[in-house]
């Protein structure tokens, strides 16, 4: 059972334009939210992250915004840049657990 | 700079033999994890700890081991190799309710 979903294998996007990468979640339980971006032959680096405290959360050209109804995350790029082509994740976690709860990935593709 | 160090970023094994992955933090984290990334699948966590010597299973333990006697130090084994799992291995670790910090990552093929 995959408790947090990244629908969209691949997004192609122009330079300068926005990137909506999107996840969803099933646990209720999870208050804590973060997006990784990995480049290829590396490990996942740390973007940005949520709180369930808050609705959204922005650093630089970076915003994520959380709809705790829908159980629903979204990150905003912009403007995207062709450095951002990378495929991002979305991690999910709850107080009391070490554990984060990874989305399979998205890759993103910024076009020059 | 924080850093995880994982001791290969690409390694060759055959079937059947002892495989050990070895991964080092310098951030004095309480907290490190082992995961494995397939296509398609994302991050699957196979184990973490929380403390020297203590261990917990994650979502596909199978198959595998770990050893964690130092604070920086958390060791994948895997027993007997096989070829499905011939993946990306990443280790991570974490402060307590932190973020986590990843590894380069270790590419294992097993024939």
């Known amino acids: 059972d995959q408790q947090v979903k990244q629908n969209s294998p691949s997004l192609s996007v122009q330079e300068g334009r926005i990137s909506i990468l999107n996840c969803d979640y099933t646990n209720s339980m999870f208050d804590y939210f973060l997006w990784y971006k990995k480049y290829p032959a590396e490990g996942p680096t740390f973007l940005i992250s949520i709180s369930s405290i808050k609705d959204k959360n922005e650093d630089g050209r970076f915003t994520v915004f959380l709809n705790k109804s829908a159980k629903h995350l979204s990150l905003h790029i912009v403007p995207s840049q062709p450095g951002d082509s990378a495929v991002y994740f979305c991690a999910a976690s709850h107080s009391g657990t070490y554990k984060y709860i990874f989305g399979t990935g998205t890759r993103l593709k910024v076009l020059a | ?111």
Not at chain 2, 48 to 68: A, H, L, W
């Open chain 2, 1 to 111: 700079d924080v850093k995880v160090t994982q001791s290969s970023r690409y390694l060759v094994k055959r079937t059947g033999e002892k495989v050990f992955l070895e991964c080092v933090q310098d951030m004095d984290h309480e907290n490190m994890f082992w995961y494995r990334q397939d296509p398609g699948l994302g991050l699957r966590l196979i184990y973490f700890s929380y403390d020297v010597k203590m261990k917990e299973k994650g979502d596909i333990p199978e198959g595998y081991s770990v050893s964690r006697e130092k604070k920086e130090r958390f060791s994948l084994i895997l027993e007997s190799a096989s070829t499905n799992q011939t993946s990306m291995y990443l280790c991570a670790s974490s402060s307590q309710l932190g973020r986590q910090f990843f590894g380069p990552g270790t590419r294992l093929t097993v024939l």
